[in-house]
């Protein structure tokens, strides 16, 4: 059985497999049948009684993947709903990609509803690039990999649009890497992510900073994926100056959307609440830590590009 967030459910929708709630580590119970559109008042009951998932047969998952996938297709290209609604809807759907990540790992499946994320993704941002119009769809997202990674894949395509980066072909390559870049979490221990980095040990240190190459990993393993993705989930803690990890690279051997996705990354740590960073800064002090505490360590274009994105979201919103 595989969890879905029980919030997923509130405004009634039609799920095309059964769903069930938890009762013990081997009960559950039926509580809306297949085709049926689930019911607001009983599930609002179910997290009233602090219920957080309904379950999904490990066996109908990609089924119900596969619906949400193409629900939220169809959601970025409606006129009928503004930027920050049609972000929300996204943001469920990835979740269930993330869910199925964690539960049955990188398989083929996984990736292609990776993929099909990523087309919609595209799709909002090339109708909508307002930074905080897209994150606020983000805010009730309360798997914190999958907000920080779908605010990676925003902030990444915005730094590329703004590049003069328009090849379809492209911009999803490089969603697709910022999407899974942080994959290779997935194989830590807990603890060690929800540790500030600071306070890590040296053996803790190491082993978190070799989970680009884990990621790295689990996408060769498919045999599928472009290299040019791959690229992206093993070099998005590298830097211009050449002190990123694993490998020290310095700016003219990092793949070019890697230069993206690791500023992006960099930009959306401290803008977003995280072990390291308590106290979110806004889109502007983190561009001044980036450019002034942390001495700009980061490919000089996209950095220039990323300025030209906060200083149009801050000129509409003055």
């Known amino acids: 059985m595989i969890p879905v967030p029980i919030q997923d459910f509130l405004s009634g929708v039609i799920v095309p497999v059964n769903l069930y709630v938890k009762l013990n580590d081997n009960k559950f119970i039926l509580v809306s049948k297949a085709g049926n559109k689930t019911n607001r008042e009983?599930?609002?009951?179910?997290e009233d009684k602090t219920v957080e998932y309904l379950?999904?047969?490990r066996a109908d998952y990609a089924l119900f993947a596969r619906n949400n996938m193409t629900i939220a297709g169809v959601i970025v290209t409606q006129n009928n709903l503004n930027v920050s609604?049609?972000?929300q809807v996204l943001g469920q759907a990835a979740s269930t990609v993330f869910l199925e990540l964690e539960h049955a790992g990188m398989g083929f499946e996984t990736?292609?509803?990776?993929?099909?994320i990523v087309e919609a993704t595209v799709a909002l941002t090339e109708n909508h690039r307002d930074l905080s119009d897209l994150l606020l769809g983000l805010k009730e997202c309360s798997d914190e990999l999958l907000r920080h990674s779908l605010a990676v894949s925003y902030v990444?395509?915005?730094?590329?649009?703004?590049?003069?980066?328009?090849?379809?072909?492209?911009?999803?390559?490089?969603?697709?890497?910022?999407?899974?870049?942080?994959?290779g979490l997935k194989v830590l221990p807990p603890d060690i992510i929800a540790k500030p980095k600071g306070r890590m040990t040296y053996e803790e240190n190491l082993q978190y900073e070799q989970h680009p190459y884990k990621g790295m990993q689990m996408l060769l393993s498919l045999g599928i994926v472009p290299d040019d993705v791959i690229a992206i989930v093993y070099e998005h803690h590298e830097n211009a100056i050449g002190q990123g990890y694993p490998r020290k690279l310095r700016n003219i051997k990092i793949h070019p959307l890697a230069k993206v996705v690791a500023l992006a990354d960099e930009f959306c740590n401290l803008t977003m609440k995280n072990p390291?960073?308590?106290?979110?800064?806004?889109p502007r002090e983190a561009l001044l830590t980036i450019e002034h505490t942390?001495?700009?360590?980061?490919?000089?274009?996209?950095?220039r590009a990323l300025q030209l994105v906060v200083n149009k979201e801050f000129a509409r919103s003055a």
């Open 42 to 46: 009983q599930i609002k009951t179910y």
């Open 55 to 57: 379950w999904v047969k």
């Open 85 to 87: 609604q049609k972000s």
């Open 111 to 116: 990736y292609s509803h990776s993929k099909q």
């Open 156 to 183: 990444s395509i915005l730094i590329a649009h703004t590049l003069g980066w328009e090849n379809k072909q492209t911009l999803e390559k490089l969603t697709l890497g910022a999407l899974l870049h942080d994959i």
């Open 276 to 282: 390291n960073c308590p106290v979110p800064k806004s």
């Open 294 to 303: 942390m001495g700009q360590p980061h490919n000089k274009e996209a950095f």
